[in-house]
């Protein structure tokens, strides 16, 4: 059969093309198939409609056929994820259906922008590219702008601008390099319906510099925007459209762990209970998932112990990594809520939390918000949660500080606050005690434990007041000084009679004093008292 020179041959079957397909030469070889005659006319008819190449526009026909397999191609390059590891896409079915009833592709008359949240290797990125790449040929154009927060640090955004327009438009070499897009650029995209995906934005302003703005684009497009910032993402779409990635259940998160530690979807006999144990650890982040198993692969069960015992105290770098970008977004006031959230704070009742950071200064009712926003901390029931990664992130970053425990922020760990105690060797930089006496332990102090620590600001010391078990004693029943920062005072079991009577409790937010042998505070109410 000839090829037509013109789609209208097609279109109205005419020309030459009409002539070789005329119903009597048919009828005759088909023997009265009638139907199946009428449905390849209906069937030609329609695809002529579609005028991605037009033979009139190639010198030859190696030319087009060359530019068809390109775009064939170039198409078939963006099902690689999804069909390629569809075996270790666990769990994808259920937020892939939820992303794509937000983004209802079937609603052609309007245009919609929808958000992608959490926290960071929660699965964002991937729901999005398996979205993309199930809807991308109900458009006439779709890009995916992968990274675009690392993307911005080795470029400008006219420069990845003008990338996302080449595409768009099926152009080579497109330079506009111009901050405002020029009126003929703009006639050509009104008349696109396209899926833009713009992956792990960090600023709401790169949208509209992205060709992120949908009023560019023919009704029926769609925008789809992944971001750990909520307050990003209700700063370019509806509260409604936002969807929020949700940890994997158990099951999920065992299957994810084992096709990269076993390459099969559950675990091996002998590993299944620290399988089960590394689960846990995880808490259905897929990225921990994802690294945990293929660091475990192939290796003896005393190497997974032993990798369970360095995770207590270590956490994985290439996790945290991921985590601690999410940090390094945050104010400087932020960045203090959030550590003493992670070391002092999480599971208490949000009202003590935000009381306690008001009396140190900081801004809880911005602070907290924000970290909400960010997907680094929870509210729920009224208590203030957080992932155990983030925690153990936020930790970590108090570790990095000093190499010695004098030299850090924030401390918790037992063995270093007897250290920093009982050798009074605590200085102005430790900002915050917790300390959980264990059983059957007993830690002695001096009077002048806290003398150098001018700028405690939190301290509790617990005890339970109604055992005689763990208890931090005072041998010599006097305790000189304690640090005039302090806006938390928790002191289980206190074995004094009174305070040291030169401490001034001006910055005084609560005192805690469960079980103690306190007989008299001051002269007058300095704080909110709980003994």
């Known amino acids: 059969m000839p090829i037509p020179h013109d789609p209208t041959d097609v279109q109205e079957l005419t020309g030459n093309f009409g002539k070789a397909f005329t119903i009597a030469k048919h009828v005759e070889e088909l023997k009265g198939c009638l139907d199946r005659v009428e449905q390849w006319r209906h069937a030609l008819m329609e695809i002529s409609i579609i005028t991605e190449w037009d033979s009139r526009n190639f010198k030859s026909e190696s030319k087009l056929v060359e530019e068809i397999v390109n775009d064939v191609c170039e198409k078939l390059s963006h099902f690689s994820s999804s069909d390629f590891y569809i075996d270790n896409l666990v769990g994808i079915e259920s937020p892939v259906m939820k992303v794509e009833s937000l983004l209802s592709i079937e609603s052609t008359n309007n245009k919609r922008v929808i958000g992608i949240w959490g926290m960071g290797g929660i699965g964002k990125t991937t729901i999005a590219n398996e979205v993309y790449s199930r809807i991308m040929t109900k458009f006439d154009s779709y890009c995916f702008v992968d990274n675009v927060k690392e993307q911005m640090r080795k470029r400008t955004a006219i420069a990845l601008r003008d990338k996302i327009i080449e595409q768009l438009l099926g152009e080579k070499n497109l330079r506009i ?13 009104r008349s696109k319906k396209v899926v833009i995906v713009f992956d792990d934005v960090d600023d709401p ?47 999920e998160a065992l299957c ?16 299944v209970n620290l399988s089960k144990r590394l689960i846990t650890y995880a808490q259905g982040n897929p990225l ?12 003896e069960i005393e190497e997974w112990e032993s990798e369970l015992e360095k995770l207590k105290e270590i956490p994985d770098m290439n996790i945290q990594a991921v985590l601690k970008t999410s940090y390094d977004g945050l104010e ?39 970290l909400i926003d960010k997907s680094l901390i929870n509210v729920s029931d009224g208590k203030v949660g957080m992932h155990d990664l983030l925690q153990q992130m936020g930790k970590e970053i108090v ?30 930089n430790v900002e915050g005690i917790l300390l959980d006496m264990p059983a059957n332990e007993y830690l002695k102090l001096r009077s002048t434990a806290f003398k150098k620590m001018y700028n405690l600001r939190f301290l509790k010391l617990s005890n339970d007041p109604f055992s005689r078990e763990g208890q931090v004693l005072l041998p010599r029943n006097d305790l000189e000084i304690l640090p005039e920062q302090l806006r938390y005072l928790h002191w289980g079991k206190y074995p004094l009679k009174s305070l040291p009577l030169n401490f001034c409790a001006k910055y005084l937010v609560e005192l805690h004093m469960p079980g103690s042998k306190l007989i008299q505070l001051w002269n007058r109410d300095k704080a909110r008292v709980i003994v």
Do not use: M
């Open 177 to 189: 390099n111009t901050p405002q897009l020029p009126a003929f650029i703009k006639r050509r995209l």
């Open 205 to 251: 302003n790169l949208l509209n510099l992205l060709a992120g703005d949908c009023d560019l684009y023919h009704n029926g497009s769609r925008i789809i925007v992944t971001s750990r910032d909520r307050h990003l993402l209700k700063s370019v779409c509806d509260e409604d459209y936002i969807y929020e990635v949700e940890k994997l259940i158990d099951d």
């Open 256 to 271: 994810l762990f084992s096709l990269y530690a076993f390459k099969q979807n559950h675990p091996k006999n002998q590993f």
């Open 288 to 299: 921990a998932l994802r690294i945990l198993g293929s660091n475990l692969c192939d290796k």
């Open 332 to 370: 400087h006031d932020e960045k203090s809520s959030f550590l003493d959230i992670a070391c002092f704070f999480k599971g208490e009742p949000l009202d003590h939390v935000e009381r306690i950071l008001e009396g140190c200064g900081f801004f809880p009712g911005i602070a907290i918000s924000r």
């Open 399 to 428: 570790y990095e500080e000093s190499k010695q425990p004098r030299g850090r922020s924030r401390l918790w760990n037992y063995k270093d606050i007897c250290h920093v105690l009982t050798t009074e060797t605590g200085t102005e």
